[in-house]
């Protein structure tokens, strides 16, 4: 079993930054990857930031230039670094890892509200 733990989120007004962490525990063997996703309201889930192992990370065109995904190995913890946040970053942002013999784990969510 695996627990991942989302903490960070809260009300940003636009233009203001925050930072998500996603603390992995648990019998962890190797890491395929990990990412951020984010549902709105009324709206799908979307792939906001990604970490394959041995693959580039990726992000979503909309968060591109804006938001940073890292990750503490030693930790055991997945970051993402938002920066000027919009309005249209508000959702619920969950992190999901995907563990060697164990399979995909999602967290609890942390909610991002970005406004004045």
């Known amino acids: 079993q695996v627990q991942l733990v989302e903490s960070g989120g809260g009300l940003v007004q636009p233009g203001g930054s925050l930072r998500l962490s996603c603390a992995a525990s648990g019998n962890i063997f190797s890491i395929n990857s990990m990412a951020w996703y984010r549902q709105a309201p009324g709206k799908e889930r979307e792939l906001v930031a990604a970490m394959p192992r041995g693959f580039s990370t990726n992000y979503a065109d909309s968060v591109k230039g804006r938001f940073t995904i890292d990750r503490d190995k030693a930790k055991n913890t997945l970051y993402l670094q938002m920066n000027s946040l919009k309005p249209e970053d508000t959702a619920v942002y969950y992190c999901?890892?995907?563990?060697?013999?164990?399979?995909?784990?999602w967290g609890q969510g942390t909610q991002v509200t970005v406004s004045s």
């Open positions: 999901r890892g995907d563990f060697a013999l164990l399979g995909t784990y």
